[in-house]
């Protein structure tokens, strides 16, 4: 097959982490014959030095027509004083709503070899982390009026949180989907005690999933789901929630994986064409420095593979390639452990990339 796919290298440690992503996909390319042709889609910080927008209207024209689009990551200290329509995650959630990704899939799963580095106590991490964050991605507060106006002599902000039906019915649809094929688990969270939107969210999800009997839904307030994430995280299997919630439960999720670097995540809407990325930052601070983890972006090429290109047997070629180089030992700096052999950034895509 013939793929184009879009590149976003980004900001601090983006490129470093991306080059060895792509390098993995070459590997697999010449493997099983399929030919990916990359174009490069500036966004993020190092756009507004070139550009002054962060995400220039070519980028978003480049990442629509692409196949899928892989992301290493933006943002950075160097851009924290653009104001705030110009800021570099502005870059992102323009792309974000550009293509219509309405679904954002994060995995929050320990790998067995890294349970050390959970941070849970033994005995909950016992009964294993393995559930997936289903997160509205182009609604809600981060899309709803903003407006900061002077009023009786002080500043007065306003943030706008809105959901219509159909936004919630879409991407629940999506959430029952992914559980069928599990353990057929949804836990839908909200704060359906306090705000409509939330009341609305129940009300549709609990309608939605009519169309899916051999699945079971339970609701869950927001504040109760934070604690139950540390407490018992086993009785999860798939979390559908709106946006602001998600952005902060997903962060949650994936620190008591202990795994931070390790994790993939895809953003997609009606059609094929997907964004996925890492799901952390652009770690300014290592950048430039070869000690980057690129094992979430390499994950997320191998997402890339399953859900946007139908190639399944190549997404687990790669998924099975990095079990192996844990397996053998070989470590970043974020994941160290005693016995380990400690790899830079190169040297983690070269040994995952020979045992494609
Ligand atoms: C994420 C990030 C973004 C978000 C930021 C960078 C705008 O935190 O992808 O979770 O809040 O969605
Ligand atoms: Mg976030």
Request: hydrophobic fraction near 40%; charge should be negative.
């Amino acid at each position: 097959m013939n793929k184009t796919i879009a590149i976003i290298k980004g900001d601090g440690i983006g490129p470093e982490i991306v080059t060895e992503a792509m390098g993995i996909l070459d590997a697999v390319a010449a493997k099983f014959g399929h030919t990916f042709t990359y174009v490069d889609a500036p966004m993020g910080g190092n756009a507004i030095d070139k550009f002054g927008v962060p995400l220039p209207d070519s980028s978003l024209a480049t990442c629509r027509n692409a196949d899928s689009v892989l992301l290493g990551a933006v943002g950075g200290p160097k851009w924290d004083n653009q104001p705030a329509a110009n800021r570099p995650e502005r870059g992102l959630l323009k792309l974000r709503e550009g293509m219509g990704l309405y679904t954002n899939v994060r995995p929050a799963k320990m790998f067995s070899e890294l349970s050390a580095a959970c941070p849970l106590r033994a005995d909950i991490a016992a009964n294993g982390i393995d559930f997936i964050v289903v997160r509205e991605l182009i609604g809600g507060v981060y899309f709803g009026e903003h407006r900061t106006e002077e009023a009786n002599g002080e500043q007065k902000a306003t943030d706008i949180m809105a959901y219509s039906e159909h936004e919630i019915k879409r991407v629940a649809r999506v959430a029952f989907e992914t559980a069928r094929k599990r353990r057929k688990r949804v836990t839908s969270i909200d704060k359906a005690n306090v705000l409509d939107t939330s009341r609305l969210w129940r009300k549709t999800v609990t309608e939605v999933a009519k169309d899916y009997p051999d699945v079971e839904l339970r609701h869950m307030y927001v504040d109760n789901a934070a604690m139950q994430l540390v407490r018992d995280p086993s009785q999860f299997d798939v979390i559908v929630t709106e946006n602001l919630f998600g952005d902060i439960l997903s962060d949650e999720a994936s620190q008591i994986t202990g795994s931070i670097g390790m994790i993939p995540s895809s953003s997609m809407g009606d059609g094929t064409n997907g964004l996925y990325e890492p799901i952390h930052g652009s770690a300014p601070d290592i950048a430039g420095q070869d000690k980057a983890n690129p094992i979430g972006t390499i994950l997320a090429a191998a997402m890339m593979l399953r859900y946007s290109f139908d190639m399944a047997a190549e997404a687990n070629a790669i998924e099975r390639a990095v079990d192996k180089t844990l397996r053998s030992g070989f470590r970043c700096g974020d994941i160290m452990q005693e016995n380990c052999q400690l790899v830079g950034c190169k040297a983690m895509g070269a040994e995952i990339r020979s045992r494609i």
